[in-house]
């Protein structure tokens, strides 16, 4: 069974930067596409984005495009969220999830395509 451990959390002004790293302890990390949710309090847990298995393709809701940047480093088993512009709507805990096939496209992103999720990391923007 795959782990995943979120760190990078914090408090952060708005329009301030925090990055958050997701490693994996499971094999085959290179071959899975990696995706960020988000659970903001009362409201439904949503996608951020997500990376493809090689890295080469990203993908990202309309709400963080050109802010967030989500990257990969495969030889340490680590995706990143970049967030830059921080605002208070993006308070949440934030989850990294990894995608239930090897070598699977990025055509939709369905919570339950997702079987292997991390514990969650807070990121709180004041303003």
């Known amino acids: 069974q795959v782990q995943l451990v979120e760190s990078g959390g914090g408090v952060v002004q708005a329009g301030g930067s925090l990055r958050l790293s997701c490693i994996s302890s499971g094999r085959a990390f290179s071959v899975y596409v990696m995706a960020w949710f988000r659970q903001a309090p009362g409201k439904e847990r949503e996608l951020v984005g997500g990376?493809?298995?090689?890295?080469?393709?990203?993908y990202y809701a309309e709400s963080v495009k050109g802010r967030f940047t989500i990257s990969r480093d495969n030889a340490k088993n680590t995706v990143y969220l970049q967030m830059n512009s921080l605002k208070p709507e993006d308070t949440a805990v934030y989850y990294c999830?990894?995608?239930?096939?090897?070598?699977?496209?990025?055509?939709?992103?369905?919570?339950?395509?997702?079987?292997?999720w991390g514990q969650g990391t807070q990121v709180t923007v004041s303003s």
């Open positions: 999830a990894r995608r239930n096939s090897p070598y699977s496209d990025m055509l939709y992103w369905f919570e339950s395509d997702f079987g292997s």
């Open positions: 990376i493809s298995w090689s890295g080469g393709r990203t």
